[in-house]
Each structure stands twice: as structure tokens, then as C-alpha cells.
């Protein structure tokens, strides 16, 4: 999308868009963590995190996370575990480590500016240098 096809859909707001789409992003892999707190009627759980119906079906693991949480008896959380400075090297870290996330991860990225960005990036460039056009 060009700056008039931009300043066109935005209006006054297209410089800063362009401004705020030209800082530096970094990218957090984040892990889920569901937490458990009751089980709909009829279903009982144990410490091991199985839950079980009246009529004996057992979940466990993702299975009863998402059948929890779709019942409104457990909360979602993401946890923040690593910074990466591109989303291909969280994405290739988050496979490698899957292991580690049972509930599942996630890449999540985000703007950042001024120092932190140049401590993080190695080669960050200034909004300033973005020329604007007319």
C-alpha cells in the first residue's frame, strides 16, 4: 500500500501509522498455562489433571484444557519465556522447545523505540531516516 492510498483510509492519522510501522519489533515466545478451577457438574479431577464424567470418559492433557476452558472452569495465561529479535528465530526456538510447553506457545511481537531498541536490535533504524512522502 502506497503513503496516498494510505492517507486516504487514515486521514489524519496516516503519519503516525507510518511512524509506528517503521519501529523496531521484537519477538517474545510466549507459553500458555491453563489453570484449573472447578469442573462442570457431573465431572470429577484428580492432581494428575485427568477429569472424568459420570459415565467414565477420561480427558487429559489439551483435550481437558480446552474442554475446561470452553465450559468457563479454567483461565488462560501466556508466560513470557524468551526475546528474539526476529519471529523466524522464536518460531524455530519455540519447535525446538515444544517439549517444554505442554499447553502450547505462541510468538508474539511487539514495537519497541528508543534505547532498548538499539540495545536489542543490532541494526535498528531511526524514524527520522524514513523520509515521509508528500
Request: aromatic content about 12%; overall charge negative.
Amino acid at each position: 500500500m502506497n503513503y496516498e492510498k494510505l492517507r486516504e483510509a487514515l486521514g489524519d492519522r496516516a503519519e503516525e501509522f507510518r511512524r509506528e510501522c517503521t519501529r523496531d519489533v521484537i519477538f517474545l515466545l510466549e507459553s500458555r498455562r491453563v489453570h484449573w478451577f472447578d469442573v462442570p457438574a457431573g465431572w470429577t479431577w484428580d492432581a494428575s489433571h485427568i477429569i472424568e464424567d459420570d459415565t467414565g470418559r477420561e480427558l487429559s492433557g489439551r483435550e481437558a484444557d480446552e474442554f475446561l476452558l470452553d465450559c468457563n472452569c479454567a483461565l488462560e495465561a501466556w508466560n513470557h519465556v524468551s526475546v528474539f529479535g526476529t519471529r523466524a528465530e522464536a518460531e524455530a526456538f519455540g519447535v525446538k522447545t515444544c517439549y517444554r510447553y505442554p499447553s502450547g506457545w505462541r510468538v508474539y511481537g511487539i514495537c519497541l523505540d528508543g534505547l532498548l531498541a538499539e540495545a536489542l536490535r543490532p541494526d535498528p533504524v531511526p524514524v527520522a531516516a524514513i523520509p515521509a512522502e508528500d
